[in-house]
């Protein structure tokens, strides 16, 4: 029987990558320790970490002026980080919502300076606009989070925002699987552990420029500024997770060249899901497909029992981590970059099966 998995994070990673892990435990470059045993400091984890962030830089395409960071706190510090780390000249920003995971970063912001909310997808998961021009006149900054991981809604486009007022992404759970014009956003933030590699630490791409202007009273562990001027290795990092991402980042790099071959494919794995739902009434996805997430496929069955039993016929068939999150209830399949096509199939075939039975 073929295994694969779905989950939304902690996810599944590239095979090559986990049997690269595999065959390098004991001996990582002939160091005879693993790699999670050998010194942050020490020269091959510093060349290591050196190429992890220059093929990172590759993929993306990040400009000269833009500082790439690795921290940890996961999103969820981010949620801190962001408003303790820009300039804050009116002490107000606008966070765009859209499902539960940007609603919680607005909550955080609260703590320290004054936040507007909007609805970026309204509540049959529509999109509502994109020129939130007027809206933002008197803000610092504009927050949006890229992927609903939750709800599988993608927002694929960055706000249009009054001049001078500053564009943050959280793309946890979207980046890498398309190319994005990094010069559109000042500030992308994303935890390791969903399209990347295992959870520690989490990629910010912040635009030089607003470096250096932490508030006073910002954790020194999440001054962007820090970790600049000392190249993430402020504090002992994650040396296990970085090691996951750099082996990922080569594997992308050498697997799909750039990110439109492999947003070519993610495209495919995600209209095939999509596909198959709307021509199927025993299953439903509500969102608007203009927005529907190419990276987790959210969907019900007639009723929660059936959602239950198939998650359970599911995993008993090799198909595990499709139950939904707690907060929306039903299915939800994460296609990220690593689950592999056959996967998307291999789903199919069973929703299939599954909807003959129970019809
Ligand atoms: N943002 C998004 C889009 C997420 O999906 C998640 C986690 N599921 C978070 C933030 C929070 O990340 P963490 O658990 O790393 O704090």
């Known amino acids: 029987m073929k295994y694969f998995n779905y989950a939304a994070g902690p996810s599944a990673l590239f095979p090559e ?50 500082a790439v960071l690795f921290l940890q706190g996961g999103g969820r510090g981010a949620f801190d980080a962001v408003p303790l780390n820009l300039p804050l000249k009116h002490k107000r ?24 909310i909007a609805e970026l997808v309204d509540q049959n998961f529509k999109p509502t ?12 900054y504009v927050h949006f989070t890229a992927n609903e991981t939750i709800e599988g809604i993608e927002n694929f486009t960055p706000p249009k925002v009054s001049p001078g007022v500053m564009v943050v992404a959280d ?39 607003l470096l250096g202007n932490a508030a006073p009273y910002c954790p020194t562990i999440l001054n962007w500024d820090v970790y ?5 290795l402020f504090n002992t990092p994650a040396t296990f997770s970085w090691y996951t991402c750099g082996l990922t980042f080569n594997h992308l790099k050498e697997k799909f060249g750039n990110l439109s071959n492999l947003e070519k494919l993610n495209i495919r794995k995600a209209e095939k899901l999509y596909n198959y739902i709307d021509s199927e009434d025993f299953y439903t996805n509500k969102v608007d497909p203009s927005i529907r997430s190419r990276m987790n496929v959210s969907f019900t069955t007639p009723s929660e029992e059936l959602d239950a039993k198939f998650v359970q016929e599911a995993k008993e068939a090799g198909l595990s ?7 929306f209830g039903g299915l939800r399949a ?18 299939k099966s599954f909807a003959t039975k129970y019809r």
């Open 334 to 351: 994460s296609t990220y970059n690593a689950l592999p096509e056959e996967a998307v199939d291999a789903l199919i075939d069973f929703m």
């Open 321 to 327: 981590g499709l139950k939904g999150h707690k907060v």
């Open 228 to 232: 600049y001027k000392s190249d993430s």
């Open 129 to 140: 606009k994109l020129d939130w021009t007027e809206e933002t006149k008197d803000c610092d």
């Open 17 to 66: 990558v986990v049997d690269q892990i595999k065959q390098e435990l004991c001996n990582w470059q002939n160091t005879h320790s693993s790699v999670f045993e050998v010194s942050h400091r020490g020269a091959e984890f510093m060349a290591f970490a050196q190429n992890m962030e220059k093929t990172f830089r590759e993929l993306l395409g990040i400009p000269e002026d833009y």
């Open 171 to 209: 793309m946890s759970s979207d980046i890498l699987s398309r190319p994005i014009n990094v010069s559109d956003y000042d500030v992308i933030y994303a935890g390791a552990q969903k399209n990347i590699g295992c959870s520690g630490v989490t990629i910010y791409i912040v635009k030089k420029s």
């Open 93 to 116: 920003a606008l966070y765009l919502t859209s499902g539960h995971w940007s609603r919680q970063p607005a909550l955080e912001a609260k703590k320290y300076l004054e936040v507007k």
